[in-house]
Every structure is written in C-alpha cells, then in structure tokens.
C-alpha cells in the first residue's frame, strides 16, 4: 500500500510539474528572447510578468472555438488530445531521483521502473508523429497538410540516428533500464558521465532532440512564412493550446532525458558522501533538485538556440539527417563496439 501511494503521489506531482513548466516556459521563453534582443519582455501582468501564463490560459479557455466545415471532426478533435498524452506518458520511465525512506521501505522517485526503458521512449517519441499527422490531415487545409508530412519526414529521418546514438549508451552500460544506466554514472565521486565516454552520440542525440521537438532551427514544420502556422492553423481555443503545451512538455521531457543518459541523472559531486552521512532521504531530496536543475539548464539552451540560429532550408534539414547525422552515429557506434571488446 505505501508503495501504490507513493507511486500515486508521484505521479500527481509529476502531472503538475509538466504543466507548471509548461506553462512557465511561454514567460521564460519570452524573457529570453527579450533578453537577446535587448527588450524588456512580459511585464505587466504581475512583478516581472510572472502572471503572464495565468492570462494566456484563461485567453485560451475563453476564446471563441471553431472547427473547419469539411474536417474530419472525430480526429480533429483527437489528435491535440494524443499528442499531450503521449508527451506526459514519456515521463513516467525516468528516474527523477535517488531512493526515499517511506515507512522503512526504500522507494525509488520513478513512476514505473521498466527493464526496456530507453525502448519505450523511442516508442513513444515515434508515435507522436501520428498525432501530428492526423492533426494536419483531418484539417482539411493543404498548409496544414505539407506541414504535417514535413513533421513526419523530419521525425522519422531523425528518429533513426537518435536510436543508433542511444544504441552506442546501451552497448556501453549493458541496459535498456535507465536507472541501470543513471547508476553506472555514479563512479568518479558521482561525475562518470556518459558526455565524458560518449561526446559524439550526445551532439547527435541533442540534436536530433531539436528536430523531434520541432524546435529551431528544424522548425519546417511550423514555419509561418511559408504554411501560415504549420499543422495546427485550423486549432483554435484549448485544441490550440495543447499542441502549444504538448511541444514545451516535449522539450522539458527531451531535457531530462538528455540528463539522464548523459549528465548523470540524479548524480552529483558527492553523491556517494551525501548517502552515507546526511542519510537516505536528504540524499534523494538533493538528487532530485540536482536533476531538475540540469534539465531546466537543457530547456534554457533549447530556447537559447532557437532565438540564436536562423532556420534551416529543408534540404539542408534532410541532408543533416540522412548524410552526416546516419553514418557518423554508425561509425561511433562500431568504435563504441570495437573499444569495449579489445580493451
């Protein structure tokens, strides 16, 4: 019972989190463009604007919803509705920290611990691309058509190197599960992280986290001069307003999971010295604050870059994936191969 409880808890506080973060994005993404183009940004609503979210979702709730004559109406409405659960669904599998004492029984902060977890979220990562085209098509609208296939194209282009970069960490550690994998990063006083073994399937990795997430510079999806705003012109209202939560939800997620296969998960320096003389349950409050941490630094960057670097054409998208992305996450993985054989 306290286990059921607990994992109750956890996921209840990890629904809230999603949200919270989601919704806080919009401001900080906001501030951070306002920051590099040398305005003030978001303001008024609050000291420094920090009510801004609360007046983008009651605009959202409150306004006037409308659905195009000839859509499939069914999938029309369905398809925000899939893409916000499967982004929340993706949550569920990282460890978000070390162990809790609860009543004398140790319980990791991890909704479900399942053996193939990295092949879940790969799973999960391509089946978000239904609801996009689903969206795009059931909009009976051309714009939003060409965007939805041009998401889907991307995703799945770059789908393939991101498995074969995740494939070089699995080889590595033996494991799907990621608390396995967050565990063997403990080592070297709590620093053996993954981007120190494994510098070159990070970059590819990362990268191809942007193009999932459709975030600039893959943002062709959306691309407002070109498909007005990509496959959800026709959503107005909440429909609207999950897609635009479903993609910062993605890029909170896409950010801790980059954490956890890379910087160390819940690991810190001194980890190891925390456990053994502070305890058990300030360990796991300190490893949770440490991974959040490192995953809001990953969701700065995703907005660093996106009002950085300038958009990509689509042919240089394509050429990025399949000709230099594909085969360099190839070779790294035989050198992974042929190092951990031989030495």
Known sequence: ??????????????????????????????????????????????????????????????????MPKNAEKFLFILAPGILMFISLLTGAVIPWGKTLNIGGESLPVQVANIDVGVLFLIGMASTSVYAIMIGGWASNNKFSLISAVRASSQMISYELAMGLSLLSIVLMNGSLDLRVITENQAGWGGMKWNIVLQPVAFIIFFVCSLAECNRAPFDLAECESELINGFHTEYSSMKFGLFLF??????????????????????????????????????????????????????????????????????????????????????????????????
Request: glycine share 8%; proline share 4%.
């Open 246 to 343: 479903a993609e910062y939800v993605n890029m909170f997620i896409s950010s801790a999971l980059i954490t956890t296969l890379f910087f160390g998960g819940y690991n810190y320096p001194g980890v190891q010295w925390v456990g053994e003389n502070w305890g058990e349950n300030a360990a796991g409050i300190i490893s949770i604050v440490a991974f959040l941490a490192k995953a809001f630094l990953f969701v700065f960057i995703f907005m660093w870059i996106r009002w950085t670097l300038p958009r990509f054409r689509y042919d240089q998208l394509m050429h990025l994936g399949w000709k230099s992305f594909i085969p360099l996450a190839l070779i790294n993985l035989l050198v992974t191969g042929a190092i951990l054989l031989f030495v």
């Open 1 to 66: 019972m306290t286990n059921i409880l607990f994992t109750t808890i956890l996921i209840v506080i990890l629904f809230v989190l999603c949200i919270a973060v989601a919704a806080y994005s919009t401001w900080a993404e906001r501030k951070v463009a306002a920051i590099m183009q040398d305005r003030i940004g978001p303001n008024r609503a609050g000291p420094f604007g920090l009510l801004q979210p609360l007046a983008d979702g009651g605009k959202l709730f409150f306004k006037e919803e409308f």
